[in-house]
């Protein structure tokens, strides 16, 4: 499968765009409108420390998704949440790294 620059290879973005990309020249797009149909929607980064649960995640997920929705008035389908879970000795703070 072809791989978009800057996407995690084999990932889901990669087959989420091709698939798009198919549907909106089904519907008569071109390339470049293909692509701003595909990026619509709103990407949510969450950066947190590493060690929540699918439990808590899935919380999150629910609360940004019902929000964004509400404030903004896209579909849940166009809301994409993406979990970078870091690990302390990755993050500093203030100059210091925060497992000290």
């Known amino acids: 499968m072809r791989e978009i620059p800057g996407s995690n290879p084999g990932g889901p973005t990669t087959a989420l765009f091709f698939q798009r990309k198919a549907l909106a020249e089904k519907k008569g797009l071109r390339f470049a409108k293909a692509l701003r149909f595909f990026y ?7 950066s947190w420390w590493a060690g ?7 919380k999150v997920v629910e609360a940004i998704t019902k929000d964004i929705t509400a404030i903004t ?6 809301v994409w949440i993406i ?3 870091v690990k302390k000795s990755d993050w500093a703070i203030g100059g210091n790294l925060c497992d000290k």
């Open 40 to 46: 619509k929607m709103p990407v949510i980064r969450v």
């Open 52 to 58: 929540r649960t699918k439990e808590q995640k899935e």
């Open 73 to 78: 008035g896209c579909p849940k389908e166009h």
């Open 83 to 85: 979990f970078e879970d």
